[in-house]
């Protein structure tokens, strides 16, 4: 019999995989602690999260801009969750906690961040989806945006996968 490939968009996942991946990112991953890193949308294809600006993560005093390496670390951070996602995806047939341990061998092995303007407002959406997920690298792409919507950077980057 002949498996027929489901296309990523069309999947739903499951409460419990969704509640457990966001606890992995948001509570069990520090740093994302530290950065206010929230995922607001968990799609197989898509990533979205939210970046409360705080008096912690300026960069520029004068200005009350956004420090670069929040962005960098952020914009990493929503990518490898999409990651994590679409590898979830792919894995539909096992049940949800075990598709939350094939997350361990996953590591960021490029990435490369565009700031096209000054990261100044009360929050940031973060944007990432997995452009090509392969059996040992998939590569992503990403978008940091202010609260108006504005494009303020871009990023894309490629993970280890097994």
Do not use: C, W
Request: cysteine-free; proline content about 4%; hydrophobic content about 50%.
């Amino acid at each position: 019999m002949i498996k027929k490939a489901v296309p990523l968009d069309a999947i739903e996942f499951e409460d419990e995989f969704v509640t457990g991946l966001k606890k992995i990112f948001e509570e069990m991953i520090v740093f994302n602690q530290v950065l206010g890193l929230k995922v607001t949308s968990l799609k197989p294809t898509r990533v979205i999260g939210r970046i409360e600006m705080r008096p912690e993560l300026v960069g520029h005093f004068a200005f009350n801009r956004l420090h670069g390496g929040v962005i960098s670390a952020g914009l990493d951070a929503m990518a490898g969750i999409a990651v994590m996602a679409a590898i979830g995806a792919r894995h539909m047939d096992e049940p949800p906690m075990q598709r939350l341990h094939r997350f361990a061998k996953l590591g960021t092995i490029d990435l490369r961040i565009d700031y096209l303007r000054p990261a100044i407002s009360d929050h940031f959406e973060l944007r990432a989806e997995v452009m090509r997920l392969g059996s040992r690298v998939a590569s992503a792409r990403m978008e940091f945006l202010g609260a108006n919507g504005e494009l303020m950077s871009t990023g894309t980057a490629a993970y280890i996968v097994s």
